[in-house]
């Protein structure tokens, strides 16, 4: 992984700390785009701080998945229980890009706790993770 132009992430992570809202969504975006090591410990300190905006998380759980560093493995499941919507689904949709098999007990807890569009990501998770559903045996 190659690491980005220090001066482009310097200017990124300042957005990053910015007050405003919507700087902080469109940089965590950015930091997604450049990637390297620096963008995936931010993203992943970002997925985890509770005190973020919901979106702001979403959007770095998001981002784990596109950079695939297994690192983020352990904050994504955390992430399964965050408030909101947006936050969780895209943990679920990372973790399934991520491959690693830490993800199928989270995943499939979150198959029976959630909506129907937060199973399906659940269910396109674990079988990207090759997990094996086996039918239910009729009675």
Do not use: C, W
């Amino acid at each position: 992984m190659t690491d980005p132009d220090p001066i482009i992430m310097k200017q990124v992570l300042s957005e990053l700390r910015d007050v405003n809202k919507e700087r902080r969504r469109t940089a965590v975006m950015k930091l997604g785009m450049l990637g390297g090591e620096e963008a995936v410990r931010t993203l992943i300190h970002v997925v985890s701080n509770h005190h973020e905006d919901l979106i702001v998380r979403g959007r770095a759980a998001l981002m784990l998945g596109k950079l695939g560093d297994v690192r983020a493995v352990e904050p994504l499941i955390e992430a399964l229980d965050a408030p909101g919507y947006q936050t969780p689904l895209h943990a679920v949709e990372a973790l399934g890009r991520l491959g690693d098999e830490r993800a199928i007990d989270p995943l499939i807890r979150v198959m029976g706790a959630r909506n129907d569009r937060m199973r399906e990501a659940a269910e396109r998770a674990l079988r990207n993770l090759g997990y094996n559903f086996q039918e239910e045996p009729t009675p």
